[in-house]
């Protein structure tokens, strides 16, 4: 698990207005657009806060798959897409 490749270029070239950095911005601007249109399709209750939490999970459960040199730690991360996913379709709290 080599974990996000736009992390890593964006941490390789930290000044935002470096090519490098606002070609890992977009991408991950796209992947949160593209989860955006996903749960908006599955009539998802607020669904750009929940994008938004979907993408920081899967971020998160890439950063520390490298650090812990884990490649199944996506598992706690998708139990956890699992409930807001569940909490979002439901409207339950």
Known sequence: M?????????AEYPDP?????????????LMLRLVTDLV???????????AEQLV??????????RVLD???YGRHAR???EIL???ARTGTG
């Open 2 to 10: 080599r974990g996000c490749p736009f992390l890593d270029a964006a």
């Open 40 to 50: 908006t399709e599955l009539g998802c209750r607020e669904p750009a806060a929940l």
């Open 85 to 87: 996913l569940d909490h």
């Open 70 to 72: 884990d490649p199944e």
């Open 56 to 65: 920081t999970l899967a971020d998160g459960a890439a950063a520390r798959a």
């Open 17 to 29: 207005d470096s090519a490098v950095h606002s070609c890992a911005r977009d991408r991950k601007l």
């Open 79 to 81: 139990a956890a897409a």
